[in-house]
């Protein structure tokens, strides 16, 4: 059976959208369904992958099948392709199976020629309107078939509108337009020493190969890195007929958004744009009007906007981006997807929906990309500032940024490579800057509106920005932007604020951005459905005020090394290391003592009845050792040689120096007991402390440890104090079996793990050779943020199953810096782990992201 390439929208039951595109698979749905939707068809990007196999070509019976499709349309709407009377005009679009807002092409008004334009013209008796689709069709043609450089049509079009002191092409007299389209006509000729097409055959047919060329264009390519797409998906194509915007003040186009893409309120949302086609609204070359002003101007278009796209929203169960088209006052919509928004509008649909009976609350929370949940958690501009604000755009993308204004999407690139902080500043929205946006903090644009590309993209990363500035010119030739006329050169340290649209010029206060309202609704539901409990790595009571705050069970690791990084501090543990014999060693203690009592006190008082686990010190020598030219005898020089190492992250670390050096440990255990003791006193309540030893590697060590610990907790008559280990070695997940007899808990050190199973040093990995591999794809993520899980995920399920399958159950948990990463936590329930630990900040992505593990299987 020959495979199936062409779709008609009124037929396509038995596919999906990875055949259809999501453009196409929408359009069809929304034929079926009543929907006025132009007709048309959908070529599938299994043709793509055929055009790609065959080195860039499409069989003739594919051609004769097209063009028997093509007849088909001209049935459907009483029109001839390239008629001498009242022609049909097609536009091609693409539509990759996951949405790609603006990065690959369109061309409209395809079988337009020199008689065509003239037929188009008496039949719609409106000349301005067919040379202003003429006039489109060279241009897009051009620049997307022919690849030629919008500047050098903009040149001639800049010529034109200032002949007639024009603002724009819609302003242009018909005659105008008519020598706007020869002048356009010449460009290509000069460009490509061919005239423009005139058969429109060839037209759509080289349109559609040029669509599918565009996927692997640079910047579908950048996108798709990006966004983790993969390359081998392809793009499918859709040929629609006509219908014009541009026909006349009853004409328009707009696009919309079911919900507000941004704050999520539950309110259509959108602009447009009066006689105006495709793409005018999202390239941000003219600023539209609000979508509620088409009440005013299109009454009866804008009532069946309402109930359209409320039809469609309830059909897709979700929040839809829609585009639609007047003409002369009937409404088409031309597509609808699964709109992009911000993890703050995310959060606020999910709920809303659940209240309006439109999805579940486990549909709600599978709706939230964990990851996302970051964004809510931006800093914002403080209320009090108190600094001017210069101007005011619209807010695209909430939270606020700050950074060197940079003019170009290669020298912002550039510029962060180094580490420095840019705001894209630039005059209007091209999705060829989308390297530039990923390196940026922040994008600030002058024109354009809320559903221009930039303000899609830059939601979609999460990334504050401001689009249509008010005031704001850009001029690149100087290399400086001017607000208000003020001058500013490229370089000045600018801020935006996303949420509220302001530009601010200097650094003014920032302040966190709350986590309040839906987004507690919502994790209150994910807490509802997980197994997993999700704990906190805190080493301060600060940090366990935040730990709880954003919802943490307990402290899952209290890293006791971390106590000692204070300016104050770090002098009295370097003593303590570069002690030489017992007695300074134990005088340094007895500083460190008092310290490390009051810290534990802290937190024991902010965890309440939580539990707080508590690893015992793990230095790595290196990072506490002074620099060798800080010495302040010879004989502390000495002494630094003497304990400088090859191999820090292999050498005297963890349990290592809790057995050489035991004071070290049981002046630590003295301090949890005695700060145990005072809360107990203060409050009549236990805290529930743990100790946990790091790096253990044999069951002999645990031993020897457990029986130090056990004699102080015992000397301070303090009971109850379960002991357990950090699983951080290959041979310990071994031996899991055995341990399990010394240790009363354990947690997976997944940071070492990986370190020591990987044989990929922590300290080097990422500078030395893991953006490499991550680029060329030896591995698709970098171990130490997304676990391995064929191989150290490996060693994990021996661990725990060992110990599982002899009837104990003990608890496992795991505290690298996976506990926070979603993927991995997805492993880390399947595995049959009781909790896992991270820092405060992602306490929400692991609630969230562990109850989607759960929803899942
Ligand atoms: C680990 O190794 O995963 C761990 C939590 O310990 P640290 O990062 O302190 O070595
Ligand atoms: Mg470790």
């Keep these: ?117 003239e037929a188009l013209a008496s039949a719609s008796d409106d000349r301005h309107f067919a040379f202003d689709s003429y006039r489109r069709l060279v241009q897009m043609y051009g620049e997307v078939v022919e690849g030629i450089d919008k500047r050098a049509f903009d040149d001639v079009l800049q010529l ?195 209240g309006e009976g439109l999805i579940s609350e486990d549909e709600a929370i599978m709706r939230v990309d964990p990851s996302d949940l970051t964004q809510l958690l931006l800093p914002q501009l403080h209320d009090d500032h108190g600094m001017d604000i210069v101007a005011t755009g619209l807010g695209a993308s909430p939270g606020a940024a700050v950074g060197f204004i940079t003019l170009d999407a290669d020298i912002a690139e550039q510029r962060a490579q180094k580490g420095e902080h840019v705001i894209l500043v630039r005059p209007e929205t091209s999705p060829d800057d989308i390297h530039g946006f990923i390196a940026a903090q922040g994008i600030l644009t002058a024109k354009g509106g809320l559903t221009s590309h930039a303000a899609v993209v830059a939601r979609g990363m999460g990334k504050p920005c401001i689009t249509g500035c008010e005031g704001l010119d850009v001029d690149l030739e100087a290399r400086h932007i001017s607000i208000f006329g003020v001058i500013y050169d490229e370089g000045t340290l600018i801020t935006i604020d996303g949420t509220t649209g302001s530009v601010i010029i200097g650094e003014p206060d920032l302040v966190a951005a709350s986590n309040e309202g839906e987004l507690d609704t919502l994790l209150k539901w994910a807490d509802s459905k997980r197994r997993l409990k999700v704990m906190a790595n805190a080493d301060t009571p600060v940090d366990a005020r935040n730990a709880k705050r954003f919802g943490a069970e307990g402290i899952g690791l209290c890293r006791t090394e971390h106590m000692f990084f204070g300016e104050d501090r770090l002098p009295k543990m370097q003593r303590m290391i570069l002690a030489n014999n017992v007695e300074s060693r134990a005088e340094a203690l007895e500083e460190l003592l008092p310290i490390q009592t009051e810290d534990f006190y802290g937190i024991f008082k902010e965890l309440g009845e939580s539990p707080v686990i508590i690893r015992l010190l793990d230095p790595p020598l290196h990072e506490f050792l002074p620099d060798k030219s800080e010495a302040t005898s010879s004989e502390i020089a000495r002494r630094i040689d003497e304990l400088s190492e090859t191999n820090p992250m292999l050498g005297m670390r963890g349990c290592r120096l809790g057995l050489v050096y035991p004071e070290i440990y049981e002046m630590q255990v003295r301090a949890i007991a005695d700060a145990s003791v005072k809360v107990r006193d203060e409050s009549g309540i236990w805290p529930r402390a743990q100790i946990m030893m790091p790096m253990v590697g044999f069951i002999s060590e645990m031993v020897q440890l457990r029986k130090n610990v056990q004699a102080i907790l015992d000397e301070r008559t303090v009971s109850d104090v379960p002991i357990g280990m950090m699983i951080e070695l290959p041979r310990t997940c071994v031996v899991a079996d055995e341990m399990r007899e010394a240790a009363d808990f354990f947690s997976f050190g997944t940071n070492d793990l990986t370190q020591t199973t990987l044989g990929f040093s922590r300290d080097d990995a990422e500078n030395a050779f893991m953006g490499k591999y991550t680029d060329e794809g030896i591995l698709v993520s970098n171990p130490f943020e997304t676990l391995d899980v064929s191989g150290v995920g490996k060693l994990i399920n021996l661990a725990v199953d060992s110990v599982e399958s002899g009837g104990h159950h003990m608890s496992f948990g795991a505290c690298g810096e996976h506990g926070g990463d979603p993927a991995s936590i997805e492993f880390f329930h399947a595995a049959g782990l009781d909790y896992v630990s991270c820092s405060p900040f992602r306490i929400p992505i692991a609630r969230l992201a562990a109850a989607q593990a759960a929803i899942s299987v």
């Design 1 to 117: 059976m020959t495979v199936q390439f062409i779709f008609d929208f009124r037929d396509t039951s038995t596919v999906g959208p990875d055949i259809l595109g999501g453009k196409g698979f929408g359009l069809s749905k929304m034929t079926q369904i009543g929907i006025p939707v132009p007709p048309g068809f959908v070529v599938s990007t299994e043709a793509c992958k055929v055009f790609y196999e065959q080195g860039g070509r499409l069989s003739n019976e594919f051609w004769q099948d097209f063009n028997s499709q093509l007849n088909e349309l001209e049935v459907q709407t009483d029109k001839k392709f390239g008629g001498t009377s009242d022609p049909l005009l097609v536009s091609v679009r693409s539509g990759a199976p996951i949405s790609m807002p603006g990065m690959m092409d369109t061309i409209l008004n395809i079988g337009l020629n020199d008689q065509a334009v």
């Design 160 to 354: 034109a509108l200032k002949n007639e002191k024009a603002a724009s092409p819609i302003a242009l007299s018909e005659s105008g337009l008519e020598q706007l389209v020869g002048a356009f006509k010449k460009v290509f000729e000069k460009e490509t020493s061919k005239t423009f097409p005139q058969d429109p055959f060839e037209q759509v047919h080289r349109c559609v190969m040029a669509v599918f060329e565009s996927w692997h264009g640079k910047r579908a390519q950048t996108y798709r890195e990006m966004q983790s797409i993969p390359n081998t998906l392809g793009t499918a194509v859709n040929v629609q007929a006509m219908v014009y915007g541009n026909l006349g003040e009853r004409s328009g186009t707009g696009v919309c958004f079911t919900r507000n893409p941004s704050t999520g309120e539950a309110k259509l949302y959108g602009e447009f744009l009066q006689s105006a086609q495709g793409e005018d609204v999202v390239a941000g070359i003219r600023t539209p009007e609000p979508v509620e002003k088409m009440g005013e101007i299109f009454p009866d278009a804008y009532l069946d906007l309402l109930h359209h796209t409320s039809a469609l929203e309830r059909y897709n169960r979700d929040m839809q981006d829609i585009e639609f088209t007047i003409q002369q006052n009937e409404l088409f919509i031309l597509q609808t997807r699964n709109g992009k928004r911000t993890a703050q509008a995310a959060v606020k649909m999910a709920v809303d929906m659940t």
